[in-house]
């Protein structure tokens, strides 16, 4: 089961009794589906999201931050079939991301690591990401594109699409 908290708030479409599927041991990983019906792709956000939507509707106790999480990596790892990813290991894909906790988002929240990570901080600032090993992230941006000329000639093909 792909979980797709964001997506499925704008679309309204309704939300997957995702606690029960968890108690039922059923493979669920977070995801964030298409840009058309996720507007920024952004992972920690889906976190945040996928931990207060179940809450709200299931109640306090229905879910946790660190199934959340779980959710993200291991579930992920479990729905594809995919056994080199989810965990931080030896021999896998060594696909990850760092955050700097020392901002003023994360302050007087770092005694829970994963609580901090769900729920706290600013779900925009990555400061790294790894994927495969290799660094796609620095300082919060790509390193493998111009990420100003990409939003340029984004803005410029979607003024025309507007426009007729």
Do not use: W
């Amino acid at each position: 089961m792909a979980h797709c908290p964001v997506s499925n708030q704008k679309l309204a479409s309704g939300a997957a009794n995702i606690p029960y599927m968890l108690k039922k041991k059923v493979p669920v990983g977070l995801a964030v589906d298409g840009s058309a019906s996720n507007d920024s792709s952004n992972m920690i956000a889906e976190l945040k999201a996928a931990f207060l939507m179940h809450r709200l509707i299931y109640g306090i106790s229905s879910i946790s931050t660190e199934e959340v999480l779980s959710m993200a990596t291991n579930g992920g790892r479990d729905v594809l079939n995919q056994p080199e990813i989810g965990s931080l290991e030896e021999g896998k894909a060594a696909d990850m991301f760092l955050i700097n906790t020392k901002r003023l988002g994360f302050a007087g929240g770092l005694s829970d690591s994963v609580s901090t990570l769900v729920t706290s901080g600013d779900s925009q600032i990555v400061d790294i990401t790894i994927v495969n090993g290799k660094i796609v992230v620095r300082d919060g941006r790509l390193v493998t594109i111009d990420e100003d000329k990409v939003a340029e000639k984004a803005n410029e093909i979607s003024q025309k699409m507007i426009e007729g």
